[in-house]
């Protein structure tokens, strides 16, 4: 089952994906995008990591997603991906685009013939006033873009918001 959980800042998001990978029992690989390349999200990264029950695979990978998915998926694993936009900002910040298409239609394109359950986790960024400059703006709209592609690859999609889960397609969790 592929399952896309979306919500702002500290919403919950995180939380109900790690219950959901809990709550299948199977063998857990959390695949963390984020870089700390300041001290705050270093301490987002620790307080992220200290939430990790010990016996979860861990893999950072900022970049290549789709072909870490397609290396660690399988039947009997649960893999818990946070988050999309923290991905989608790092491949933004590469180049004018062309490496971010070439992850991005690998992601989309491969995603729907993986086995085993994938939970994304993505922060909708989309919800408030157009952002000012150009590169921010350009990411709203990728976020979005994005979001609506993966959501209708996904079985289930679910909104976050004050730590309660609104299914917007599939079962509720």
Known sequence: MLTLVLG????????????????SGREVV???????????????????????PAGWISIEEP??????LRQNARADRFLLVDCLTLWLSNLLGIDEGAHFAL??????????DLPGDIVFVSNEVGLGITP???LTRRFVDEAGRLHQALAQR????????????????????
């Open 8 to 23: 702002g800042a500290r919403s919950g998001k995180s939380a109900l994906a790690e219950r959901l990978a809990h709550e």
């Open 30 to 52: 959390y695949v963390a995008t984020a870089q700390a390349l300041d001290g705050e999200m270093a301490d987002r990264i620790t307080h992220h990591r200290a939430r990790r």
């Open 63 to 68: 970049l290549a997603l789709a072909a870490v």
């Open 103 to 112: 992850q991005r239609n690998a992601l989309l394109d491969g995603v729907c």
């Open 132 to 134: 000012l400059g150009e």
């Open 154 to 173: 996904c079985d289930r999609v679910v909104f976050v918001a004050a730590g309660l889960p609104l299914t917007l397609k599939g079962t509720p969790p």
